[in-house]
């Protein structure tokens, strides 16, 4: 058998090359068919940041009216408390009264008894004008007495002086006349500015003696007794009262979440100090901005930062009634306001 030279072998490799190359070919383009390239216009799904549907801020219990600090008009005494701690008042209801309070109102007194009296000047008046006919009636008799006198001496029956007397009875007559109706006219012009001054007086008493007396400005509850028995006012508050029946928590909200907040929206506080939470809904939002009071119990709490106060309204609990300042949480609901 010849033995095959060069050339034919380098054909035979050659050859053998093509088709390699071939079959590769077509096992990449069998590839590509069965897992196609993604479409540009396929996405991943963008992530989503859910929607926030509360806040919780620190919050403290007060009275719906706020705590009102009642002071005394004058620098005095405390003579006596009339109420205790705790003890519900009505408006104007007497709280305190102070040292001057007895000659106060023993110069009230004086006043309405010089009221009575003037209230009497338009019987004086009637009294003055029967003296005024009294006296009229006098001076027709005697101008009676000075004719028949005057036809007597004419008669030769009656001296001259009977004459004279009757004619100075006549003059004295008119002269009392004329006094007693002067005086007449100034009683009934002076009954109206008497009586006017005599309430005037009682006006100014009553005044006085009022600032011997504390009294409650508001209906609510005695919330603390600031002074006792004895010492000296000298402007400051006495007592602390406020409208208990109805509670509102007074939460401190950033300034920077304050625009979340709305009048209507719901909210809960809690304390530890409460068995069950209270509901609410925000009755006003602050106008203006300040640092925060309430700190809760961490020491390490910050402080000084801006905050807004927000009122909610909460629902009636007798045990809140008695916790005013009380410090908690407040939730409050995010999301449109409920219509009233």
Known sequence: MPTPDNTQIRKAALVLATIGLWALGTVGCGESLAEPAPSPAT?????????RTSLVSLARLEP???VVNVAAASNDVIQQILVQEGSHVLTDQVLVLLGSYP???AELEAARIDLERARLEPLEVDAQLARVRAIEAELAYAREEVTSQEGLSRKGFSAGKEFRDAQLQVRRAEEHLHEARALLERKTANVDLVLREAQNQVTQAESRMGSTMIKSPIAGRVLRILMKQGERVDMNPVLSIGDTNNMVAVAEVHANEIRLVEVGQKATFTSPALPDSLEGSVSSVGEMIFS????GE?????????IVQVRVLLEKNELAERMTNLEGQ???????????
């Open 292 to 295: 925060n009071s309430v700190t």
């Open 330 to 340: 407040l939730r409050i609901h995010l999301g449109p306001a409920e219509e009233p």
């Open 298 to 306: 961490d020491p390490t709490a910050p402080r000084g930062l801006r």
């Open 103 to 105: 000659l106060r109102a």
């Open 64 to 66: 719906s009216s706020r």
């Open 43 to 51: 996405k991943a799904p963008a992530s989503t940041t859910p929607e």
